[in-house]
């Protein structure tokens, strides 16, 4: 039995800050800007916490999770753009549909031993930019869709400050780590750990690791989608290039390693730290520099395989069982 | 007559293409059958390969064809160095860190070429570009030729080193069975920084040859990076002679999708051909082959 608290209150306490400081956000922190940054954090700590639900719970890498990401995107502004349709109706749509592509990409792979998973999702990557380049008539082609200005409203997710978005994106963040605490403390969440400790034992223990891999997956890539559907009427565009993008799949795997994949609020931590430095250096550097941003991505995770595998939240968990004497 | 004639010249350029798709693969297949490790930096490696032709062509004015021995030594140097300091640590991690290992470096590798050459497309400039070969009718571009005539010669010297060299021996003996390698006094540290080596450098050398065709960008790996796990994954993970025949076999299949699609497609078929044979692969198909052709060879 893992993670029993210090105490039920103090815990409980701590979750109450913790939602408090999230939800009062946009009264502390005044500027729009803030809030926007804001909204990125909860919408990728979301789909980051969706990721680390295969990616960390069972180590199975996807390298593909953007195609969710944007299946989810583009369900909402062509609902919006094309169709004149509510964006709440894409969001179902979405989900749909990522969990069609993850199926067809479990289906082979997770009877497989291996490398074929993290190879078979880095392939799906330029396929579907190729199909959101060239099926113009869906997709817009290469200039992408635009969401006309539609009255603001709960109904099309357009508002004229950020502010209420990030409550919407603050709510899906939270149901999200909600649903990766329950998996983590589910029997489904023991048996993704067991495969990810050893696969082979695992398997005499009677683990349907196909069956357990499986289930992982369509949750995390329906989580992927709804983030990504929410990104698109954020946005109010998308083309090919911010669908698609391997920045995305990037961010996704390290906001988790940095915060700790193997906790259920490891991704989100991690989508924390690094999206408002992110915004910060990008701001700083540009032209060629713009580049050495992305350089430090690359450095930060072979330091943090070689040196720290278990992020931020391996740290912490030491420092907390020298306090404590427990195990977080 | 006509249809046969364009269905034949596409063949032709499939193989030409073909070859070189084995040349860029092979390293990536080496690599993994040696250490059991995938190099999703492989695409990286092969852009690297590219700038340092590019940078020799330009500030030397030297040929990328005949610098490309040079690229490859240099590239052997390089990833020996990266063996050694990155994949060494993590040889025995799980997988997830190896994965992450090599992404990083791809990373780093792609943004480094940015930082210094910014994020454009630039190509150079030989004096054979407009040049065409004829045979039977057909038509070939020189710079392909000569792509595939390098390709087939490394395929040959690399068979020459695996088979009758002693350390090509000991590094098929370590692909094998490692503990029993290190049993027969084969150090498998040592066997991992040549193969590692000799994967990048294999793949340096081809991003050499490739260039007096194709245009060169910082993250021009990732175009590459369907194409090369699908020649691996197709000629069976680890099998240098499958990748071989698999390149072969992705060049002529995209090459003949261009007689139907339009040639910004032509990466689709490729993808389903490499979703196919996973299938296949997970039903146990191709195993059933091999070993049915295997029988066979024995009655």
């Known amino acids: 039995m893992r993670s029993l608290p210090t105490s039920r209150p103090w815990r409980i306490a701590f979750y109450l800050v913790a939602l408090a400081a999230l939800f009062l956000a946009p009264v502390y922190l005044q500027s729009s800007y803030s809030v926007r940054i804001l909204v990125l954090v909860c919408l990728f700590g979301a789909a980051s916490t969706g990721w680390n639900l295969i990616g960390g719970y069972a180590n199975q890498i996807s390298l593909g999770h953007t195609v969710f990401f944007g299946i989810g995107a583009y369900a909402t502004v062509i609902f919006q753009g094309t169709l004149g349709l509510s964006p709440w109706l894409a969001i179902p749509t979405g989900i749909v549909l990522a969990v069609i592509v993850a199926l067809l990409i479990g289906w082979p792979t997770f009877q497989l031993s291996g490398h074929y998973f993290a190879l078979a999702t880095l392939a799906l990557l330029p396929v579907f930019h190729i199909i959101a380049t060239y099926w113009e008539d869906l997709t817009g082609g290469s200039v992408g869709i635009s969401v006309p200005i539609l009255p603001s409203g709960l109904d099309t997710l357009q508002f004229d400050t950020p502010t209420p978005f990030f409550y919407i994106a603050a709510v899906l963040l939270v149901l999200v780590m909600i649903l990766a605490r329950w998996v983590r403390q589910s029997v489904l969440g023991l048996q993704l750990d067991a495969i990810r400790l050893n696969p082979q034992a695992s398997t005499l223990a009677g683990v349907n690791q196909f069956r357990a891999k499986m289930k992982a997956l369509v949750m995390s890539a329906a989580v992927v989608a709804v983030a990504g559907s929410l990104y698109g009427a954020f946005l109010q565009f998308m083309d090919p290039d911010t669908a698609f993008s391997w920045n995305t799949t990037l961010n996704l795997v390290l906001f988790a390693m940095v915060g700790g994949v193997r906790f259920w609020w490891g991704p989100a931590l991690g989508a924390l730290i690094l999206i408002p430095f992110g915004e910060f250096a990008s701001a700083q550097l540009t032209g060629n520099l713009a580049a050495l941003g992305q350089l430090a991505y690359g450095v930060l995770l072979i330091l943090l395989v070689l040196f720290q595998p278990r992020g931020i939240g391996g740290l912490f968990s030491i420092v907390w069982q020298k306090a404590t004497g427990r195990k977080l | 007559m006509d249809i046969l004639n364009h269905v034949a010249q596409s063949v032709a350029n499939g193989l030409l293409i073909g070859s070189v798709y084995a040349l860029i693969s092979v390293g990536l297949t080496l690599i993994f059958g040696v250490m059991n490790i995938v190099n999703f930096a492989h695409g990286e490696f092969l852009m690297v390969g590219m700038f340092g032709a590019y940078f020799a062509s330009t500030a030397f004015g030297l040929d990328p064809l005949w610098i490309a021995p040079l690229i490859g030594i240099a590239g052997f140097l390089l990833g020996a160095l990266v063996e050694r300091t990155i994949i060494e640590p993590i040889i025995k991690a799980p997988q997830s860190a190896q994965i992450i290992a090599t992404v990083g470096l791809g990373i780093i590798l792609a943004n480094g070429a940015a930082a210094i050459f910014g994020n454009n497309f630039l190509s150079v400039k030989t004096p054979y570009q407009g040049e065409t070969f004829s045979l039977f009718g057909l038509h070939f571009a020189a710079t392909f030729v000569y792509a595939a005539a390098y390709a087939v010669v490394m395929a040959v010297l690399l068979a020459l080193f695996l088979n009758k060299t002693r350390f090509g021996k000991a590094m098929r003996a370590t692909a094998q069975n490692r503990g029993a390698a290190q049993l027969l006094g084969i150090d498998p540290k040592r066997m991992y920084m040549v193969a590692f080596g000799l994967g990048v450098a294999l793949v340096t050398l081809a991003g050499s040859v490739i260039l007096p065709y194709t245009l060169v960008y910082p993250f021009i790996g990732q175009q590459y990076v369907l194409i090369m796990f699908t020649v691996v994954v197709l000629g069976g993970?680890?099998?240098?002679?499958?990748?071989?025949?698999?390149?072969?076999?992705?060049?002529?299949?995209?090459?003949?999708?261009?007689?139907?699609?339009?040639?910004?497609?032509?990466?689709?078929?490729?993808?389903?051909?490499?979703?196919?044979?996973?299938?296949?692969?997970?039903?146990?198909?191709?195993?059933?082959?091999?070993?049915?052709s295997v029988k066979l060879k024995r009655s």
């Open chain 2, 237 to 292: 993970l680890g099998s240098i002679r499958g990748a071989i025949i698999a390149g072969l076999v992705v060049g002529v299949i995209q090459s003949l999708s261009t007689l139907l699609l339009p040639s910004e497609l032509q990466n689709l078929p490729v993808f389903i051909v490499f979703f196919i044979a996973l299938v296949l692969i997970s039903g146990g198909v191709l195993s059933r082959v091999r070993n049915a």
